[in-house]
């Protein structure tokens, strides 16, 4: 891999890492009046996209112990955001919903971060909005294609 490349593709890395945690730090500073945690706020954000996750599933998209997102799901569920509930077609199957309440907490925390993102996006222009989406598109589909080639070769 020649120089350059191996520096655009350290700065971009570097400059999306910058960019997730600054989003990330602004769903937390939302917490600070709030009764949940963190790992808490992550868990139902992912089941809110993701709704009837087992939690085998959440372990995984968190990068966490099921042991740990257990008792996380636990703590939540006693706050009444979280149900669990049984598979209608494998009644073995545990998954996880939000509770009205949750759902609620939930869009909640997720609309104050739109707010302040919706205000730095107020000093791009129309143009280069359209210009970083698609760029990024580009590069997630780019990826995308890199993994199933990856898979396939592999």
Same mark, same amino acid.
């Given at each position: ?9 350290? &700065?971009?890395?570097?400059?999306? +890492? ?7 730090? $602004? =769903? *937390?500073?939302?917490? @600070? ?46 706050? &009444?955001?979280?149900?669990?509930? +049984? ?7 545990? $998954? =996880? *919903?939000?509770?009205? @309440? ?53």
């Amino acid at each position: 891999m020649d120089d350059k490349l191996k520096r655009t593709a350290i &700065e971009i890395e570097d400059l999306i +890492r910058q960019f997730a945690r600054i989003m990330n730090k $602004r =769903l *937390r500073d939302s917490l @600070k009046d709030s009764f949940i945690t963190t790992p808490q706020m992550f868990a139902i954000i992912r089941i809110y996209r993701e709704e009837g996750l087992t939690i085998g599933d959440l372990c995984d998209r968190m990068l966490l112990a099921c042991s740990t997102v257990s008792g996380l799901i636990d703590r939540l569920e006693k706050v &009444e955001l979280v149900e669990r509930y +049984r598979d209608d077609e494998d009644r073995r199957v545990v $998954r =996880l *919903r939000l509770t009205d @309440k949750g759902r609620e907490v939930t869009e909640d925390l997720l609309a104050k971060r739109q707010e302040k993102f919706q205000r730095d996006l107020k000093m791009i222009s129309i143009d280069r909005r359209e210009e970083l989406i698609n760029n990024l598109n580009l590069l997630i589909n780019i990826m995308k294609n890199s993994e199933i080639d990856c898979k396939h070769n592999g």
